[in-house]
């Protein structure tokens, strides 16, 4: 006789995280780049191990969960702001700062990578739409003010930055509510 066993998965859902994470982060720096205060260590800090930290956990538990999107998205999110805070740190250990030119080079590709991922979206939620609509042209606009130096550029980019975060902020909460609620109090 054959006996077949299964494994149910039990494991908590790791989106919330990954998007707290990311949202968390991105609406503190965008705060920062729409001009309120200057990047300091509570960027620096949110940036490694909320952002970078505990989204590249969420994308590990993505992985053991199937999901390919999930998984790459919050990894390659997480590895972002872990690289974006070295690219800080890096000039106080003799490493040459970056210029305008190679951070617009470094933000157009994750522009890039968002638009890919915005692609992907678009046969989802209408957060998802907008969350990563957003953040491709948040990328994009970063990329721009670092390329020209333009000021306003970068605060419309803040201001940007500051709603997509929110998005993430309120897909996560949505997410939560909805699933201890067992049904649609935030819709999706």
Do not use: R
Not at 9 to 22: I, K, M, V
Not at 81 to 90: D, G, R
Not at 120 to 127: F, I
Request: net charge neutral.
């Amino acid at each position: 006789m054959n006996n077949i066993y299964s494994i149910k998965d039990q494991t908590a859902n790791p989106g919330p995280l990954g998007l707290y994470g990311f949202a968390m982060t991105t609406i503190l720096l965008n705060i920062h780049n729409a001009g309120f205060f200057p990047v300091n260590s509570m960027i620096m800090g949110m940036g490694v191990f909320f952002g970078g930290g505990a989204q590249f956990v969420a994308g590990v538990m993505e992985w053991k969960k199937g999901n390919n999107f999930g998984s790459i998205a919050f990894m390659s999110y997480g590895a972002f702001w872990l690289s974006l805070v070295f690219t800080w740190l890096a000039p106080m250990f003799g490493v040459e700062k970056a210029d305008g030119n190679s951070m617009g080079c470094y933000l157009g590709m994750w522009g890039f990578f968002s638009l890919i991922n915005f692609l992907q979206t678009l046969k989802g939620s209408l957060v998802g739409k907008l969350l990563f609509g957003s953040l491709t042209l948040l990328f994009f606009l970063l990329a721009a003010a670092n390329f020209t130096g333009d000021e306003a550029i970068l605060n419309f980019a803040g201001w940007t930055g500051i709603i997509c975060g929110f998005i993430a902020f309120y897909e996560a909460s949505a997410i939560m509510i909805n699933q201890k609620y067992e049904k649609t109090i935030l819709p999706l």
